[in-house]
């Protein structure tokens, strides 16, 4: 070994011995944290989703673990309903708001007032500048990991129906614009317009008629090799109607790690190719941290990312099993 | 002769026990609205001793912003109770408004998106908004069908065209009059909040003020009279469906302006609309919709939900007790119709 590179596995020795003591700095500190004598702010715009549920159950849990109150609002998917209750939220004065989830053109002025009014605010999977800090997956890894293994599954070529009804969501921008830039180095790799519509609600039935009408309308196998959507309800309604069209070269891809989804992944016959899986529980309570250390005074970054998994048909049986237990363990199957 | 005799006794008695029958329902009805009445007193005289801020100014103000959008639709929806009578299955109702204030918003949205200025897209919404209601008025006045068949059809074209138009996505806006809402206020009251007074003194002095007003109640209560009176009844009724569209465009640009986009998802409103219309009968001592019960009950619907976030009672409630206070209502009307024998 030279010198010079004993010098740089030295130095990488160390770097990784500084990262190491830090993360235990930043471990200790969670665990003095305290929201005793704090009111909690929680407005989700809606738990019928299996992600946003255990999101929110994390945020409550930890809220409460951590001796604070929470003021736990769900708004059942409507937008009216959510803008009524930040209103309101607003006027009660809480010493901290986490938002979950939402449009983020209808909720951004209303965060601005959050902030107008001297309320932290904290968001999870949702970027906006109002926000301290937003805790969320890196959905730019999980949008080129989950196209790349798409592509890589299709061989390259082939016709992918793309759902982007949720564009509006900066998550699924994100993960769309992802798996557009993965496309621009596979030109054989084809996107099929008109992209479809995933809706809520009735996500999976409305995505397997879309589905089983594209098939129908492309009737020779290998005319299309994938089903993409930014989340994976859609992906349970596509890979039914991929599998009752007996079409089982198609393969489905999806983002979120809901129980069914992972189930279908880890099923050899299925044909739901990938998830990528996400810690929803974690990142809701990696967010009450984050508002608990900024109310103690310390720096928050302004956003944290918390692990997800790429769940493939190779992985599934070994990675799936630890995100089936979690969802076990809450009391979701 | 003699068995006219006895059949012209048997009808009186008869009558003689109808009247007495009719006046103890027409009692229990009164102490069964009475006890709805005190209900909702007792409910916001708990909020008003237990839930913090409740009675500050700010969250008032606040109820009455959030309740504007809804106060607009159940004016729409009270009118067309009160012109086609109140017989939850054969009278006057219509689906169709939230999913009708949905479409206005996705064309008011859109037509700003386009870079059309404020008026042309404000008139655009209200000509959508009405020729909605036209379409209503023509398949129940027109073809005879009935209202909740009629405006359920004409609630999935509605759905429909607005699903063609966003193609389910939000479509975001922004213009002068859309700040002015937002932002405006005057007296320390907020534009919205004021919409809603202004539309509020509107509708009432109509409905309640005129004689076209008391016109309509007359073809709502007893079509027959009012025709043979020389009333218009289907002029009336097509009225009725058409100020409903109406309603829906002028809630269509203060939902675009709270959310400022148009979202997909108004149609589940209704409930909330139906709500509203059904529970306002309660203030009215014959048990009809009036505009003033209406946003008595719009505006109590805002404060439970209100009044249960400030007390940090679950949300889930909320839609619980709306559905348990439209179950008593409709118990009461039906009971309290009863009475009158009419139908």
Known sequence: MTNSMK????????????????????????????????????????????????????????????????????????????????????????????????????????????????????????????????????????????????????????????????????????????????????????????ELRDVIPNTVQSAYSNVTDMLTKSPEKGSIGAVWACWDVPQIGATQAVEAAGRNEVKTYGIDGSPEVIKMVMDAKSSAGAVAAQQPYEIGKTSVDNAAKYLAGQKVPPFTFVPSVLINKVNAAEKGKPFLEAAEKAGVK | MSATVLHGEVGVSDEKQAAAKSAGRRFGALVVRLGAIAAFAAIMAYFVVFAPGFTSTFNLINVVEQSAIL??????????????????????????????????????????????????????????GMAVGALNAIAVVGLGILPLLATLAVLNVAAGMELTLTQNTVVGASSPLLGLLVSGSFLGISALAWALIVFSAIMIAVIHGTAFGLRLYAVGGHPEAARAAGLSVPFYVSFTYVLSGFCAAVASILTVSRLSASTPGSGELLLSVLAAALLGTVFSRRFVPTMGGTLLSVLFIGLLANGFQLLNVSSYWVNGVQGALILLVVAITSFARGSEGSR
């Open chain 1, 7 to 194: 010098g740089l596995v030295k130095a990488l020795a160390l770097g990784l011995a500084a990262a190491c003591s830090l993360a235990a700095i930043s471990g200790a500190s969670a665990e003095d944290l305290s929201l005793k004598g704090k009111r909690i702010g929680v407005s989700a715009i809606g738990t019928d989703h299996y992600w946003d549920l255990m999101a929110f159950r994390g945020i409550q849990d930890r809220v409460k673990e951590l001796g604070g109150e929470v003021i736990a609002l769900d708004a059942g998917r409507k937008d009216q309903q959510q803008i009524a209750q930040l209103q309101t939220l607003i006027a009660q004065k809480p010493d901290a708001i986490i938002e979950q989830l939402g449009n983020l053109e209808v909720l951004n002025p209303w965060l601005q007032k959050i902030r107008d009014a001297g309320i932290p605010l904290f968001t999870v999977d949702t970027a906006t500048p109002h926000a301290i800090n937003n805790t969320t997956s890196n959905n730019y890894n999980i949008g080129a990991e989950i196209a790349l293994q798409m592509v890589a599954d299709m061989g390259g070529k082939g016709n992918v129906l793309v759902f982007n009804g949720f564009y509006s969501v900066p998550v699924c921008k994100i993960r769309y614009d992802q798996l557009k830039y993965v496309l621009t180095s596979f030109p054989d790799v084809k996107i099929v317009e008109p």
């Open chain 2, 71 to 128: 106060g607009v639709l159940a004016y729409g929806m009270t009118a067309v109770i009160i012109g086609g009578g109140s017989d939850v299955t054969e009278g006057g109702i219509d689906l169709s408004i939230a999913a009708n204030m949905g479409l206005c918003a996705a064309v008011y949205a859109t037509l700003l998106s386009m870079g059309y200025g404020d008026f042309l897209s404000v008139l655009a919404a209200i000509a959508v």
